[in-house]
């Protein structure tokens, strides 16, 4: 068996260096917090990938909420990503119904043609997961779900999350599962005994919350809660 992801958001080279010393996997790029997480500059972008070795997903949302906002400008950011190397992102559009925006999210996934992407926790605030899924299983490069299992996070949702579990392999279910939005270390054993083997973590890694950097001790023992 392969080893758990243990996947860190990064939103500086500062914080990429300190996730990679405290052994994550792969790190999700974003600005913003307070918008739950933007698409970086091309600069900060940059930066991080001359810092560090890891695999990087960069953020592809311009916008707070799940809507995706100027289609063309969030083109354009994502053409000048992929100009400067990014490889991986993270994106995902509902419709002000809270279906699937199935027209942007193929127009962004054909833009990063030939990437791997995880569609993010806009599933988590759709009206039907279930359709969601079953909307975007065929889209390109598509490899993995971002979900906590609910809009409340992972003690709402560990539920929903071990039932799309036992679907895996099934249309729509084929994708990983990388268990992130109000994630806690308390939830790791239970989530590694019921064979999840993905994790991502943002606040939980910094000392005081977004204001302050990643610890590199905190990713330590989040790589080895998920490795235990």
Same mark, same amino acid.
């Given at each position: ?136 299983? =065929? ?75 990643? =610890? ?13």
């Amino acid at each position: 068996m392969s080893r758990p992801i243990v996947e860190v958001i990064a939103l500086t080279a500062q914080d990429a260096l300190a996730a990679e010393s405290g052994g994550a996997d792969r790190l999700e790029l974003v600005t913003d917090m307070a918008a739950d997480g933007l698409t970086p500059s091309v600069a900060d972008f940059a930066a991080i990938r001359a810092a560090v070795a890891l695999p990087l997903r960069v953020m592809l949302r311009i916008r707070d909420g799940f809507t995706p906002g100027d289609l063309d400008d969030l083109l354009a950011r994502t053409a000048a990503l992929r100009a400067e190397g990014a490889e991986e992102f993270v994106l995902g559009f509902l419709d002000a119904d809270g279906a699937v925006d199935l027209a942007a999210t193929t127009a962004v996934a054909e833009a990063v043609a030939g990437c791997r992407w995880t569609f993010h926790r806009a599933i988590d605030h759709s009206a039907d997961r279930s359709a969601v899924r079953a909307a975007v299983a =065929d889209l390109p490069g598509l490899d993995t779900f971002l979900t906590s299992g609910s809009p409340a996070g992972v003690d709402a949702g560990q539920g929903v999350l071990e039932g799309e579990l036992a679907k895996a392999g099934d249309p729509g279910y084929r994708q990983r599962i990388l268990v992130g939005g109000g994630l806690r270390a308390e939830h790791v054993p239970g989530l590694r005994a019921a064979g999840f083997d993905a994790f991502h973590i943002g606040g939980a890694v910094r000392v005081d919350g977004w204001t302050t950097p990643v =610890d590199p001790a905190k990713v330590a023992a989040w790589r080895a809660l998920a490795d235990a």
